[in-house]
């Protein structure tokens, strides 16, 4: 079993930036992969990034890439995303979670196990 706890969201201007954590409880956290997600009221959940076991290896969402990046410390049973220059768009619940699947699946939900509650992201225009 592993347990995520995401933190560092909050309300920013457009333009601004946040870094958002990820913690996992266990052991275990370094063999697998991990993912960021973000819903919006009314939206399907979407995915944002994710990262290999051992951080060699990232994916991003086409339309993020180039505003956000994913990392890792897998001595701090850490994944970190950090966003810049923020949009109003950009305003979500922002999930963690961590899949054991192969990397590629990674963009879909379905191939993650264990998901965090989520943490609030608001960008004011």
């Known amino acids: 079993q592993v347990q995520l706890v995401e933190s560092g969201g909050g309300l920013v201007q457009a333009g601004g930036s946040l870094r958002l954590s990820c913690t996992a409880s266990?052991?275990?956290?370094?063999?697998?992969?991990m993912g960021w997600f973000r819903q919006a009221p009314g939206k399907e959940r979407e995915f944002v990034a994710a990262?290999?076991?051992?951080?060699?290896?990232?994916l991003y969402a086409d339309s993020l890439k180039g505003r956000v990046t994913i990392s890792r410390d897998n001595a701090k049973n850490t994944v970190y995303l950090q966003m810049n220059n923020l949009r109003p768009e950009d305003t979500a619940v922002y999930y963690c979670a961590a899949s054991d699947r192969y990397f590629l699946t990674l963009r879909g939900s379905d191939a993650y196990k264990y998901w965090g509650q989520g943490t609030q992201v608001t960008a004011s225009s």
């Open positions: 990262i290999s076991s051992a951080g060699r290896s990232t």
């Open positions: 266990g052991r275990t956290f370094s063999s697998y992969s």
